[in-house]
């Protein structure tokens, strides 16, 4: 049993240091990091560092398909990226030290063909057997539209596994009426996915919508849990400040993670606040300080609260 | 018969272009442009749009590596490039559309061993046959001193070849004591290259220590060549505004097919000033202004001068 990443537009990420930062200038750099990026990848970074079995999947292609899966193997996480005849895109991120500011540049990703989602759809398929939890995360690349999207959560369903998904607003209605078991939209998702600006309206409406549990990340509010039979929200009294980059995949991990051990909402929420906080005291997006986490689980504080 | 251009730190530049630059931000790119680069590379892609025969090698590795001889295949440039155990480094270079202003990233190139640097000096004696040009033109990368940059512009010459180098203020007097045809510094590198603030004096110093032919590019004050008998300005009456980036590759571009020709230096000069101009004109590095380049040939003012 394990937990399966789809990354539907992977990247190569890189990250620039730079002293400062200034516009129209030429600034040489010292030492470069590339790592694997996208949300699901992330997720997946998260995951691995907690022990829980991952596999991440998706597709890629070209010059840094090649070094994206590299640095998957690097990591020790299992691969089972399709290759494609695609390029897959980097994103670039200047980080300034003298402000902390990381300023970022994401490329917008390779255009996909209805033929290579479909192969992307049937590995996804055969390794979204019962027992396993199959995560979709991220951004869709140019080709891929939300139907599409929502075609492969029903294939995940289908296949036996529970599927929990992180996509932006615009792609998420179509995500719903496909039935995952999970959707986590932050407030502005929420807001875009419904038109409704207050989030336990808008996460009522969704979970009526699609029959999912919808788990909202609200930023220092912390996290908002509606099932079609209770509903908790899940907040630390004193948020952490930091970089919020990553939160939102460390929520994911969390929940994925609960769902493959069989834990309650109640518990798979705290272990969700907590280690969004934890990710939000970690300077880079995948990273958690575990410190903080082990010591944050017993503050969250859990409420049952009716919408 | 051609020109070689040797890059000892070849690139794949990137280049993003965006609205505004908000540094702190996330910047969504539409189209990634990605092109070889490298002074030795602009100044072949500058060569070829003239019609020069031009061969490019170098030591690349990696992606990057294979993605930048793609780009040359697809120029239809000679590609002589030596495949080493090396990432070849990139570039990203961000356009700001609102202000107009390029803001470059370069990452630092990988480091060569002593080994690598051999295999590529046997590829480029093996090239420089009498009859052809050698340019050697850009930054060093990690490991590769000036020293084996001089053993390098030796061996081009024991090989028969006039070898034209453009290289930075500090790599420069170990080049001119490998004693080249031709080297081409601007102000700055002359005057770091020598101590001396006055270019004249500072070119005339150079030459003398080496026996070489110094071209500088002085901006807007055009060229000024300095060879063992005589020396000579070419300027425009009204120099051009507009992106300085390539100017130099356009000297040396010019140079070369020069002496590839036979030509003289007045002749030499007012091309490499007429070059020069029509590239500030054009917005990327490597490439010219054609109309621009006819129609200010007849308007370089050519002087000899005496030091």
Redesign the interface.
Known sequence: MSVVTVTPNPALD?T?T?ER????????????HSRPGGKGLNVARVLHALDVPVTVTGLVG???G??LRAGVGELGIADAFVAADIQT??T?N?V?QS?G????????GPRVSADQWAVLADRVSALATAGEVVVVSGSLPPGVDPDMLGDLVRAISAAGAPAVVDVSGDVLPAVVSAAPYVVKPNAEELRAATGIGDPRSAARALTEAGGCVVVASLGPDGLLAVTGDASWTARLAKPLTGNPTGAGDSVVAALSAGILAGRSWPDMLRDACALSAATVRAPVAGEYDADAYARLKPAVEIHEVTL
Chains 1, 2 share one sequence.
């Open positions: 890189l620039y730079v930062l200034e516009p129209g200038t030429v600034h040489r750099i010292g030492t470069v070209g010059a840094e090649t070094a895109r980097r670039v200047i300034d402000s500011d990381a300023t970022l540049f994401n490329e917008p």
